[in-house]
């Protein structure tokens, strides 16, 4: 097995305040939008966002929540080990809202799936986008594409993207992982 660094911390800091000021530039105020961190990953990430966004660039108040898509998977009955469900976190209205999926990696597009039929049960959302740290565009088994990424990665089938987040890890890097 070989591991390859894609980002180190210091990339990630810089690819997560662009990624900021492009959410700035389409939402302003973000008073008619909501970020949603799909569980268990996406949390890290949508968690950096929204204090990137009140911190550096003085947004109040931003609406975060977090999304479990475990049942929600077209395979959750297909494996043998026991499921383990995460916490759904939306104590606020997506009505008519503006919903922001966050996820660290766009990998076959099945999770994202997932959460568009899961957002359902807390209302319709007016306009849903997607936020990814990494995308993985080679490998998609859906029609699925990222309104904001931070960056592509062109990985073969054997090949897994890693992303370590300071708060689980203790280290904020991307590895490129061969078996």
């Known amino acids: ?30 008073s008619n939008t909501i970020l949603i961190g ?7 990430l949508a968690e950096r966002l929204k204090t990137i966004l009140e911190t550096d660039y003085q947004i109040k108040d931003v609406a975060l929540g977090y999304l479990d898509i475990t049942f929600f998977r077209d395979d959750f009955r297909r494996t043998d080990k ?16 503006n919903v922001i999926f966050i996820d660290d990696v766009l990998y ?5 799936r997932s959460a568009l039929t899961a957002i359902q049960s807390f209302g319709r959302p007016s306009e849903i986008e997607l936020l990814v740290l990494i995308d993985r565009r080679f490998s998609r088994h859906l ?20 992303v370590s987040w300071q708060e689980n890890e203790n280290e904020d890097a991307v590895y490129l992982v061969t078996n």
């Open 143 to 162: 029609p699925i594409q990222p309104d904001y990424r931070g960056r592509q990665v062109d990985a073969i089938n054997n090949q897994k993207v890693i």
């Open 38 to 44: 799909i569980q268990p990953r996406g949390t890290f």
């Open 1 to 30: 097995m070989s591991q390859k660094i894609l980002l180190n911390s210091k990339e990630i800091a810089i690819i997560l305040h662009r990624l900021a000021c492009q959410l700035i530039e389409k939402h302003l105020d973000f």
């Open 82 to 97: 026991p499921i383990e469900a995460n916490r759904t976190k939306i104590d606020f209205l997506v009505e008519g809202k």
């Open 108 to 112: 076959t597009g099945r999770s994202i």
